[in-house]
């Protein structure tokens, strides 16, 4: 009886373990906010979110496609409802500069932004992706308003990794546009990832951390159909060979 419950004890640390620990995001190098080419469109969308109106007030129209991406305010796909949730974003502003790439729609919509005036960590939480693919993040960071505001930055850890810090404003003192960067990582068997991020303040501010806009692509690879024939022809040739040895 011991042993029962010693290993059910057991099973169910593991279990928690597995929730709390989720996987590690391979981060690449933070860019400029440019043009529309910036928004991926590899693999398949699964999810986007835009900062919508008031924080958890009444939605503002969001819904402008960039690059073929539309970025849906509160959320879309697996980055919406009850398996989405940012924690510590509890504040929405509306007038970050033009970041002036030449698509009207890019700069509307990275003018807005969630933030949280402490300097804590805040996290952002989703589930619901298919255990083994492999998934592509998109965030965007941007203020850029003047030298006294915007000299600040984040960085993002998912599981293990953190990224290199993204400047709110790539201009001198802060300003001009934000940056924007894309992590890779396969989903393990919960189908949950959560994402912490930590602001730094500048010379005359303190830390905020910040989310523009963000997107989720699954990216993982789809086998070319020679690859499909090359299996079914292998799979013939198996079965006829148990066709002659049962023979």
Not at 92 to 104: E, K, L
Not at 201 to 222: C, E, K, W, Y
Request: with cysteine.
């Amino acid at each position: 009886m011991k042993k029962i419950i010693l290993t059910a004890a057991m099973a169910s640390l593991a279990s928690v373990a597995a929730h709390a620990q989720t996987p590690n995001v391979t981060w690449g190098t933070p860019s400029t906010i440019s043009g529309t080419s910036d928004v991926s469109i590899v693999g398949a969308l699964v999810g986007t979110w835009a900062p919508g109106d008031d924080w958890g007030g009444t939605s503002r129209s969001d819904y402008y496609p960039v690059n073929g991406v539309t970025f849906a305010a509160y959320g879309s796909g697996l980055l919406t409802g009850s398996g989405f949730t940012t924690s510590g974003f509890d504040s929405r502003y509306g007038s970050y500069a033009n970041p002036n790439t030449t698509d009207p729609n890019y700069n509307y919509i990275l003018q807005t932004s969630g933030y949280n005036s402490s300097s804590g960590a805040n996290t952002i939480s989703w589930t619901g992706m298919t255990p083994g693919d492999t998934y592509q993040l998109e965030i965007w960071v941007n203020d850029g308003r003047n030298n006294v505001t915007a000299e600040r930055s984040e960085t993002i850890t998912g599981g293990a990794n953190t990224s290199a810090a993204l400047l709110y404003g790539t201009g001198p003192n802060g300003t001009g546009p934000g940056q924007f960067i894309l992590g890779t990582f396969v989903a393990d068997g919960t189908g949950d990832e959560s994402l912490t991020l930590t602001g730094f303040g500048g010379a005359d501010i303190g830390p905020s951390t910040q989310l523009s806009i963000m997107q989720l692509r699954d990216i993982t690879p789809v086998p070319e159909p020679s690859t499909f024939a090359l299996l079914g022809g292998g799979l013939c040739m198996m079965l006829a060979g148990f066709r002659r040895k049962k023979a």
